[in-house]
């Protein structure tokens, strides 16, 4: 309930305008968003990768209305894997597809993220294609695939495990040993398409992670990216690696800003591999509400920030 309520309200256009430059909104936002600039976003990645922490940067941003609107959202990202080449980080990107103009064209779209991926692929860096709603997941999927078909391991996907058809996705991507960041899902799905209950995402999230790091898959060179702060899920990934012989050349554990830092640095001591996703930008709405959905006790803390 609590969830359903908070994944609607990511999507209300008038409350986005309205919370946006409200000062208490942004400063409870904060917590999970690395700031409103590129250069505050840099300060947060150099500090990450100071304590063996790789970034994921995400521009925050999601579907763009207009044309110039997608190109801007594009240009900034050239800017950002540049900066990350020029400063020697150890850093990446994350992307949506609606912010480069899915929901336009899908010249637009096509265009932008040739020009992105390109460049990543000049630079020697990797651009993640975030999975967004099930009303894109097939064109998310289909780009993808032209992307990796010219730019090989320079671009990456996302697979939600709460989806009914994430099986044969992932079957099909370790086919040509795609980089893949599997997650439970962050979107409001109907029982038609997604496990509604937690623990059958649970359950699939364990059977999608034997597949990614099945001796098949290694042998095709796919890629896991653990992303979870779950940590029955993160105990049994270390198990089966460990059980499997799996190097942490193949897999590494992802987790978003601001959640779980003892989980992060504690796996970095233990010698995992660790990216965490770092959105910055004033676009920060449902980015925020997402996260809220995620868990009811944000939501307490958020009412008893804003009332004192
Ligand atoms: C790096 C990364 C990238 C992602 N990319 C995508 C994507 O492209 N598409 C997509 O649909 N989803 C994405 N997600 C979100 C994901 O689908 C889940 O919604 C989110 O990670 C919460 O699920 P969980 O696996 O942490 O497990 P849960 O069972 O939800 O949570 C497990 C534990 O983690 C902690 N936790 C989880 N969420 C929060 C929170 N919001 N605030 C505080 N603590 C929390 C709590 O301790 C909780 O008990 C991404 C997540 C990560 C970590």
Redesign the pocket.
């Known amino acids: 309930m609590t969830r359903g309520f908070f994944l609607w309200l990511s999507n209300r256009r008038s409350l986005k305008r309205l919370t946006r430059d409200v000062p208490p909104f942004w400063k409870l936002a904060s917590r999970?968003v690395a700031g409103h600039t590129l250069d505050e976003a840099m300060d947060v990645v150099r500090s990450l990768n100071r304590e063996g922490i790789r970034v994921?940067l995400d521009h925050l941003g999601e579907n763009t209305t207009n044309p110039e609107e997608a190109v801007r959202a594009g240009e900034a990202y050239l800017e950002i894997l540049r900066r990350i080449h020029q400063e020697g980080l150890d850093a990446s990107i994350?992307l949506?597809l609606t912010q480069m103009g899915l929901d336009l064209s899908d010249r637009i779209v096509r265009d932008i993220m040739d020009r992105i991926v390109s460049l990543a692929y000049e630079l020697n860096n990797f651009v993640?294609i975030?999975?967004?709603s099930s009303a894109y997941t097939q064109k998310t999927l289909d780009l993808f695939y032209w992307l990796h078909g010219k730019y090989n391991d320079h671009v990456g996907i996302?697979i939600?495990a709460?989806l009914y058809r994430s099986e044969q996705d992932i079957r099909d991507l370790i086919e040509i040993g795609a980089n893949v960041?599997l997650?439970?899902?962050?979107?409001k799905e109907p029982p038609e398409i997604a496990f509604p209950k937690?623990r059958d995402v649970?359950e699939n999230?364990i059977r999608l992670l034997d597949l990614l790091l099945s001796p098949e898959a290694i042998e095709k060179g796919t890629f896991t990216?653990i992303?979870?702060?779950?940590?029955a899920?993160i105990q049994y990934a270390k198990d089966l690696a460990a059980k499997r012989n799996i190097s942490t050349d193949h897999f590494e554990f992802?987790?978003?800003y601001?959640?779980?830092n003892d989980l992060q640095r504690a796996l970095v001591r233990e010698g995992y591999g660790v990216?965490?996703?770092v959105p910055f930008g004033t676009e920060w709405y449902p980015y925020f509400m997402?996260?809220?959905?995620?868990?009811p006790?944000?939501v307490f803390f958020v009412l008893k920030n804003l009332f004192r």
């Open positions: 999970f994921t994350s949506k993640r975030d999975m967004e996302v939600q709460y960041r997650c439970k899902g962050a979107y937690k649970d999230y990216a992303a979870t702060h779950d940590e899920l992802q987790m978003l601001g959640i779980r990216r965490v996703y997402r996260r809220l959905a995620e868990r006790a944000n």
